[in-house]
């Protein structure tokens, strides 16, 4: 028993040093300076659009990563979305912004998921940061 805490509070460092190595998120999209930038500028275009362009097979200049997966995979969680709009319905899903990451995470291990960029709804959620009611637990 003595020696499970010490092993608990080891994992937990070496879980928060990679997170903390990892890019910051940018949740902002800024359409003018994005376009001018032709989606090379992360800071202009927010991280999801930025990573997104990617996995594009039309790349661009400045690309710096093999695909959209590996992309997001050097950046901090992306921030969980709790709410669920109506629109969420006309979007068949596919918009975590409209439905909230549960839902859309939820998806992907249905039949026909709303992107092929995760394989599961447990590795869409890996790739989140925990739900708010998690963390105050």
Same mark, same amino acid.
Request: aromatic residues 10%; charged residues 20%; negative net charge.
């Given at each position: 028993? !003595?020696? /499970?805490?010490? *092993?608990?509070?080891?994992?937990?460092?070496? @879980? &928060? *040093?990679a997170v903390?190595?990892?890019?910051?998120? /940018?949740?902002?999209?800024?359409?003018?300076? %994005? =376009?001018?930038? +032709?989606?090379?500028?992360? =800071? *202009?275009?927010? &991280? *999801?659009f930025?990573?997104?362009?990617q996995?594009?097979?039309? !790349? /661009?200049?400045?690309? +710096?990563?093999?695909?959209e !997966?590996?992309?997001?995979? @050097?950046?901090?969680?992306?921030?969980?979305?709790?709410?669920?709009?109506? @629109? %969420?319905?006309?979007?068949?899903? &596919?918009?975590?912004?409209?439905c909230?990451?549960?839902?859309?995470?939820?998806?992907?291990?249905? @039949? &026909?998921?709303?992107? !092929?960029?995760?394989? =599961?709804?447990?590795? %869409?959620?890996?790739?989140?940061?925990?739900?708010?009611?998690?963390? +105050?637990?």
């Amino acid at each position: 028993m !003595k020696y /499970i805490l010490p *092993a608990l509070f080891t994992a937990l460092a070496l @879980a &928060t *040093a990679a997170v903390a190595d990892r890019l910051p998120w /940018i949740d902002e999209y800024h359409s003018g300076p %994005c =376009s001018v930038s +032709r989606g090379n500028d992360e =800071s *202009a275009c927010g &991280t *999801a659009f930025y990573c997104q362009l990617q996995g594009n097979s039309h !790349k /661009i200049g400045g690309l +710096r990563y093999e695909s959209e !997966k590996a992309c997001l995979a @050097a950046h901090e969680p992306r921030p969980w979305v709790e709410h669920y709009t109506p @629109a %969420c319905a006309f979007l068949h899903g &596919t918009s975590e912004k409209h439905c909230g990451t549960e839902f859309f995470c939820r998806l992907h291990s249905s @039949a &026909t998921p709303p992107s !092929k960029l995760y394989e =599961s709804e447990e590795e %869409c959620l890996s790739f989140h940061q925990p739900r708010p009611e998690q963390l +105050r637990a």
